[in-house]
């Protein structure tokens, strides 16, 4: 899948994978020794995430239902948890340093098939 920035008009990423069953969500990115720039992964549902065990850093984006922003990480470093976000029902991680400022609290996203 391709995430899209609707607000701002640019793709975040390519390769997309949706971890929404309860073995991919607690797996998330665990195991891996890096996320490539156009990677990232869509955990559903989730208001909060951890690093534990994690390799990398990685940049984290907090979505409602709407996919409209509502919190965002940029590179959240390994053995780290983030603060709850009560308004979030899933969350974007892609790798650390990717995001730069260019996506902010109320962007609405899209997931488009890739």
Do not use: Q
């Not at 902010?104 to 098939?113: A, K, T």
């Amino acid at each position: 899948m391709v995430v899209f920035n609707a607000t701002r008009g640019t793709t975040l990423a390519t390769r997309v994978a949706t971890a929404d069953d309860a073995a991919s969500r607690s797996k998330g990115l665990l195991g891996r020794d890096e996320i490539a720039l156009e990677e990232g992964l869509w955990i559903v549902p989730c208001p909060m995430i951890h690093t534990f065990f994690m390799k990398f850093p990685i940049d984290v984006v907090f979505l409602d239902r709407g996919l409209v922003v509502r919190r965002v990480l940029e590179n959240l470093k390994p053995w780290r948890a983030s603060p709850w976000v009560l308004s979030a029902h899933s969350v974007l991680e892609l790798k650390g340093g990717v995001l730069r400022g260019g996506v902010g609290v109320g962007d609405r996203l899209e997931m488009r098939p890739a």
